[in-house]
């Protein structure tokens, strides 16, 4: 790699940790959970990354085949997994016009509201950046690797 190179990824990476570091509203309620994927879905061949941290950083955007299929499961994921009457665990940066949307998961949420530590990397995250490695402060649990991987492996 040249050195034009390294900082055009350089670039990439501020350009990426400044929208992952910035202003994210909750999506509190399942309907605006709802309203959420069907704006992803509407732009499901955009350009979207799918990256489960702790696995490698995707190197190309996403078919829009494998974006659908996404929100499919983790919506089913999540539903089932998080059985309360909100949601609370998805954080987006614009409603409108999404470019991040961080998705906890459910059984992993250590210290979101809390003051103790830091708050717990997101386990999935959809984004119109490529992600870069994000350093993760806990394992991600072994059922969701499994999970991911298995959700694309028809797939390759």
């Avoid at 509190?28 to 990354?49: C, E, F, K, M, N």
């Avoid at 995707?58 to 089932?80: C, G, M, W, Y």
């Avoid at 665990?89 to 459910?106: A, E, M, R, T, W």
Wanted: charged residues 20%.
């Amino acid at each position: 790699m040249n050195q034009g190179q390294v900082a055009a990824v350089d670039e990439q990476n501020l350009d990426f940790l400044h929208v992952f570091k910035g202003s994210f509203q909750g999506v509190l309620r399942w309907p605006q959970l709802d309203q959420l994927w069907q704006t992803v879905l509407s732009d499901s061949d955009g350009a979207w990354y799918l990256y489960a941290v702790g696995e490698p950083v995707p190197e190309q955007p996403s078919t829009a085949t494998q974006v659908e299929r996404f929100v499919q499961e983790i919506d089913a994921l999540l539903r089932k997994e998080h059985a309360e009457d909100y949601c609370g665990i998805v954080y987006v940066d614009n409603f409108q016009q999404p470019s991040l949307i961080k998705i906890f998961d459910p059984h992993n949420l250590g210290t979101m509201c809390g003051s103790k530590g830091g708050q717990p990397l997101p386990a999935w995250l959809i984004s119109k950046l490529k992600p870069i490695d994000l350093p993760h402060t806990l394992p991600v649990p072994r059922n969701r690797q499994r999970w991911w991987q298995q959700l694309f492996a028809s797939h390759k």
